[in-house]
């Protein structure tokens, strides 16, 4: 079993930045493929970034391309999200979570473990 804690989130004004750091613990993270996701108020949760166990493939959603950077330290048991350039449409709970498979990493249903989430808050 893996268990996620997100850590990271705060208020920033827009064009600004923000990390988010996902802890995982357990011995086997780094066989897992992890992925961010995100849910704001009112809507359904959506599909962020994603990066298979070994780092080589990533998936990001339209809406976050060039802006967003999912990366991994399989040594730290921690995943990342570099956001830059936020926007008041990234306002949103983040979710990390674990996914056995790199099947279909924008899908929700493909993961296993979920954190509890981190607010980000973007003013204009």
């Known amino acids: 079993q893996v268990q996620l804690v997100e850590s990271g989130g705060g208020l920033v004004q827009a064009g600004g930045s923000l990390r988010l750091s996902c802890a995982a613990s357990?011995?086997?993270?780094?066989?897992?493929?992890m992925g961010w996701f995100r849910q704001a108020p009112g809507r359904e949760r959506a599909f962020v970034a994603a990066?298979?166990?070994?780092?080589?493939?990533?998936l990001y959603a339209d809406s976050v391309k060039g802006r967003f950077t999912i990366s991994r330290d399989n040594a730290k048991n921690t995943v990342y999200l570099q956001m830059n350039s936020l926007k008041p449409e990234d306002t949103a709970i983040y979710y990390c979570?674990?996914?056995?498979?790199?099947?279909?990493?924008?899908?929700?249903?493909?993961?296993?473990?979920w954190g509890q989430g981190t607010q980000v808050t973007v003013s204009s």
């Open positions: 979570a674990a996914a056995r498979t790199w099947n279909a990493p924008g899908r929700a249903t493909d993961y296993a473990y």
């Open positions: 357990g011995r086997t993270f780094s066989s897992y493929a």
């Open positions: 990066i298979s166990w070994n780092s080589v493939s990533t």
